[in-house]
């Protein structure tokens, strides 16, 4: 990417070409995020919707009836089909559309090329394409929940023969089709988005900027579009055979099943091969989630602390260690299938590793902030949340591990709260601390501050208020994706803790409207923002607060040292940028 | 209709009202230039340090309070052999986790406040120690492999039981249990999924099981080749006979699919189950069985080893109070081994139990009394249940668990029906002594 492009980006742009087909990566970034914004809205409302059953079965709510119409809620009772239903779409959307496609959509697109001082991806169009191929994934995912028979109802984990078979489930008809398409159309996308965030990392780096001196962002975001190059090419080929299950008779995944229909023909295959594949991908999945998260969390407490990353080596480090033991701990998800307890064992063995660069990089993230010198903008407060998430949803991790204490755990409510804790809260956390922190670089506007702060408040404590109750409803042994407890009576006596569950879910899902409003009314009207606001060292706020193709008018800036220099002995401000030269005599770090 | 109006003309007046403020504050801010939402003020700084610590106190206390009041999670001690085990390498990690949560949570929460911004202060330009990140990698690592190895001796003590000891099979099917004994010979029938009938749910393979789904798939062809049939006309094209249906196009489709499909089946099954069988010996495994629904019985003090097998889609067996779970998988038999310890009698007269379950009955029978459905009393029972999504009635898929004496055992089993339609009789120790034999022979 040279000046010669820069040059050629000075026609005049059409309305089309600038906000809707764009190349331009800040662009994308954003677009990125208000469809994960959207698809967000969409996913926790969902939750709200089957908390609302699991806090009061008893009670009709006349919104359900209104929202699902009456052949799912009846008399505002919601049916049970529906009710897994919106539990499939709400783990699909969040995982999928709105912490992978939109935190790796947002942050890697923004900030990749802004920060290592790139004009723009590598490939402005495979970057337009991702983006439209996410949009058009979403919506497929989202008109998968107006037709008649339902959407995918078989759990965000689609195990088959339930998502096979129609006739076990009416989700699996239509709803299903949708699902699969769905999923492969964003699967194509992240491929693309990832080979352009690799290469550009690789290739367009300015000049001075060493790996060693990337930020731990881009770092995170190099490693996380690897996994996910890596895997999710399994994922795709097994919504392959599943379609091929479910329409050409084939038998990769069935076996001696005998249903309604009768005997079915095919036999010879198994339902564990798939929970292989899936996993395959999805174990490391939760890293395409939570690296993201780590990285945008380096960011801002190293700027916020006014003091430099701890460790950064280490951190880069743990987050490459992080990536590759991902590849290989997927069986801890299926400890009880019936696996050779020796592989378990294998698997018990590699899981509990992965706690040791997790354990570095919280220790690294506590001595950063250990005598800095801490400002509460409100991404550094959710900064501080994604770590304690990250530290209460990872020490619960050891348990689920364990494949022994697995056998009294598994798919219990235990599980639910440690991984929307670790993974979910973590990854939301980290999220909104990224959008505060980069507002303005991607709006030119400040968002309010007050606001930020209630939002933060009142997320981190209904979080919490959802999440650690319901270890203890694991504890009582309670099972996942059940549609009411009442047919057990000894779950009784954790009744009330359901409510207060339902209760922190119903006011966390509303105070996000503080966040809403902040944002949209931010991005029109809040005041404009200075080049620096947050006095950080990194290369993107070098750039000029107005939107330009190729991010630098002029030259790209060069870079002179590390992105920590906060504070550093001998220097005037407390901060020094990227792209300030050694003095005669300093020694980079 | 006047009151929608006035709701209308809220609405309108405030947006306005909104737009004004508005634009009130874009013109101070234009005259101040306004910098107020990049600088964090000293006060807001302290209050959110401070809010911090509240923070602290109020998840703490939370969690603390939670653990007092559900801690135990009113499962009651393990009721199994292993699940002792179990409970006993969950406390041992709760030991090593829960102080991590509480110093680290501890750390990340008060250093805020602690080192909250001071101008007056500069901040160490700390980039790294070797020393520490040495002894924080090398740490976790030392306590992590004893939770390994600790986790791994129970993992294997649990999955490679010495003994099998008697063999039950637990068959689920969306949405229900059934259970089938082995019987005297400890050896569970074969079983094939082509087998399943209304009459043969299990789908055992015996000689009459086999005659029976022939006479099933014969009378399912026939009824649909009569269907057809009779919606059929025949008609003389060109001298060609040519066959028109009164029935929708898929309709039709549809039934000769399975008209087709059956005549598979019952090809598989003579070319497959009968070549391969022993009939004799197939069926005399078969005939002891001892096939139960609703509600399945055990005898305390003894190992069993349950096979899984489920009909349609993946189910979980999950006994909470035996701390035992397995996966039923179509298409592969899947194994858990157990030793029940406690009886029912005696967990209901457990101290513990028994207050558990007088709270339970009073929040059971206000609820029934809120939905108004009649009032019952609810004791203690060991109960399996579904433990992996598998549809509509997931969350009742379920099975009475009875953990009693020998004397009792044999009370009950000998009250069902065998396979063969012959009475069951069980012989006190009988089990006992054939497994001492099977020692004496090794």
Not at chain 1, 249 to 259: M, P, V, Y
Not at chain 1, 503 to 529: C, D, E
Not at chain 2, 129 to 138: G, S, V
């Amino acid at each position: 990417m040279s000046d010669h492009g820069h040059a050629a980006h000075h026609h005049k742009e059409s309305f089309f070409t600038k906000y809707v087909f764009s190349q331009d990566h800040k662009m994308i970034a954003k677009q990125y995020l208000l469809t994960a914004i959207v698809m967000g809205i969409v996913g926790i409302a969902l939750s709200a919707l089957f908390r609302l059953q699991l806090g009061w079965p008893d009670e009709k709510f006349g919104i359900m009836e209104t929202l699902l119409g009456s052949g799912w809620a009846p008399d505002g009772v919601l049916d049970s089909n529906m009710y897994l239903g919106l539990v499939t779409l709400h783990g699909t959307i969040m995982v999928f559309m709105v912490l992978t496609g939109g935190l790796s959509g947002t942050f890697s697109n923004l900030l990749i090329p802004l920060q290592i001082g790139a004009r723009d991806m590598a490939s402005g169009l495979l970057n337009m394409i991702s983006y439209w191929l996410f949009f058009l994934s979403s919506s497929i995912m989202l008109a998968s929940l107006f037709i008649e028979s339902g959407p995918a109802m078989a759990g965000w984990t689609i195990y088959p023969p339930l998502s096979v078979l129609e006739e076990t489930q009416p989700g699996s008809g239509l709803g299903m089709t949708l699902w699969l398409l769905s999923i492969s159309i964003f699967i194509a996308s992240a491929l693309l988005g990832g080979i352009n965030y690799i290469v550009t990392i690789i290739n367009l780096r300015t000049k001075g900027m060493r790996m060693t001196r990337l930020p731990l962002s881009i770092w995170t975001f190099f490693v996380t579009a690897i996994l996910g190059l890596l895997s999710f090419p399994v994922l795709l080929s097994s919504a392959v055979l599943l379609i091929m299950d479910r329409h050409m008779g084939t038998s990769f995944f069935l076996s001696d099943i005998t249903t309604s229909n009768g005997a079915l023909d095919q036999t010879g295959g198994s339902p564990v091969l798939f929970e292989h594949l899936f996993w395959f991908l999805g174990h490391p999945e939760v890293y395409i989630i939570l690296l993201p998260a780590l990285g945008i969390s380096s960011e801002v407490i190293a700027t916020n602390s006014r003091k430099p990353i701890f460790g950064y080596r280490a951190m880069i480090g743990s987050i490459l260690a992080i990536g590759f033991l991902s590849f290989i701990v997927w069986g801890h998800h299926m400890f009880l299938t019936g696996m050779n307890p020796f592989l378990g064992g294998v698997f018990v063995f590699t899981t509990l590793l992965i706690a040791i660069p997790s354990a570095v990089k919280v220790f690294n993230y506590l001595t950063t902030l250990w005598k800095g010198n801490l400002v509460f903008t409100p991404a550094m407060l959710f900064s501080i949340g994604m770590v304690s998430t990250f530290i209460s949803g990872g020490v619960t991790g050891i348990i689920l591990a364990d494949a022994a204490l697995d056998i009294s755990q598994h798919d219990t409510y235990f599980v639910v709260g440690h991984f929307h804790i670790v993974m979910g809260m973590s990854a939301i956390l980290a999220m909104f601390a990224g959008v505060y922190h980069w507002f303005p670089k991607m709006y030119g506007r400040m968002m309010n501050k007050k606001l930020g702060f209630i939002h933060f408040w009142i997320t981190i404590t209904c979080g919490y208020g959802v999440f650690i109750p319901m270890h203890f409803l694991g504890e009582g042994g309670m099972p996942r994706r059940y549609y009411t407890n009442s047919e057990f009576p000894m779950f009784d006596h954790m009744i009330d803790l359901n409510v207060v569950i339902s209760i922190f879910a119903t006011v966390g899902v509303l105070s996000q409207l503080f966040f809403f409003w902040n944002f949209l009314y931010s991005a029109l009207r809040g005041p404009k923002a200075s080049q620096n606001p947050w006095r950080a060292n990194t290369l993107e706020w070098t750039s000029p607060v107005e939107h330009m193709h190729g991010n630098w008018p002029g030259d790209l800036p060069v870079v002179h040292r590390w992105p920590y220099d906060y504070n550093k002995p001998g220097q005037a401000e407390d901060f020094v940028m990227q792209n300030v030269p050694l003095e005669p005599g300093e020694e980079e770090h | 209709m006047e009151n929608k109006f006035l709701i209308f003309i809220v609405v309108v007046l405030g947006v306005l009202a909104l737009i004004q403020l508005v634009k009130v504050y874009e013109m101070t801010s234009k005259v101040t230039g306004d910098k107020s939402q990049e600088n964090i003020t000293p006060g807001e700084n302290l209050s959110q340090a401070v809010l911090f610590l509240v923070f602290m106190f109020a998840l703490f206390g939370g969690t603390i309070y939670l653990m007092l009041e559900y801690g135990n999670g009113g499962l009651g001690e393990a009721a199994t052999e292993h699940g002792v085990m179990i409970d006993d390498l969950l406390v041992f990690n709760w030991w090593i986790i829960l102080p991590v949560f509480f110093i680290m949570n501890g750390m990340l929460f008060i250093f805020p406040f602690l080192y909250r911004r001071d101008p007056k202060r500069k901040p160490v330009y700390l980039v790294h120690n070797n020393k520490l990140e040495m002894i924080w990698t090398t740490v976790p690592a030392i306590v992590l492999a004893g939770v390994i190895i600790y986790g791994l001796r129970t993992w294997n003590f649990i999955m490679n039981p010495e003994d099998e000891g008697t063999v039950i099979e637990l068959y689920a099917k969306q949405f229900d249990w059934t259970a089938r004994y082995s019987g005297e010979d400890n050896k569970l029938g074969k079983a094939n999924f082509k087998l399943v009938t209304g009459t043969n749910p299990l789908g055992v393979i015996t000689t009459e099981g086999i005659a029976e789904s022939f006479e099933t798939i014969d009378t399912e062809i026939d009824r649909l080749d009569s269907v057809l049939l009779a919606n059929s006309i025949e008609k003389y094209i060109d001298n060609q006979k040519t066959t028109e249906y009164l029935l929708p196009d898929g309709k039709v489709a549809e039934m000769s699919e399975k008209i087709e499909r059956l005549k598979r089946q019952k090809y598989r099954i003579k070319s497959g189950l009968e070549i391969e069988r022993n009939a004799d010996a197939d069926d005399a495994m078969a005939a002891n069985d001892v096939v139960v629904k609703g509600e399945m019985h055990l005898i305390v003090d003894k190992t069993y080893t349950f096979y899984f097998r489920s009909q349609d889609v993946l189910h979980c067996a999950w006994f909470p109070h035996f701390r035992a779970q397995m996966n039923c998988v179509p298409g592969m038999t899947t194994s858990f081994t157990l030793k029940p310890t406690i009886t029912t009698k005696d967990m209901r007269l457990d101290e513990f139990v028994i207050d558990h379950y007088k709270n339970i009955n009073t929040i059971h029978n206000e609820r029934k009394r809120r939905i108004g459905e009649e009032e019952e009393v609810v004791d203690f029972d060991y109960i399996l249940m579904c433990n992996k999504i598998c549809g509509a009635s997931h969350s009742n898929m379920q099975m009475k668990v009875v953990v009693e004496t020998e004397a009792e055992y044999k009370n009950w089993i000998e009250s069902q029906k065998r396979f063969d339609g012959g009475a069951v009789s069980y012989t006190i120790g009988a089990a006992a002594t054939e497994e001492l034999a099977q020692e004496i022979e090794e």
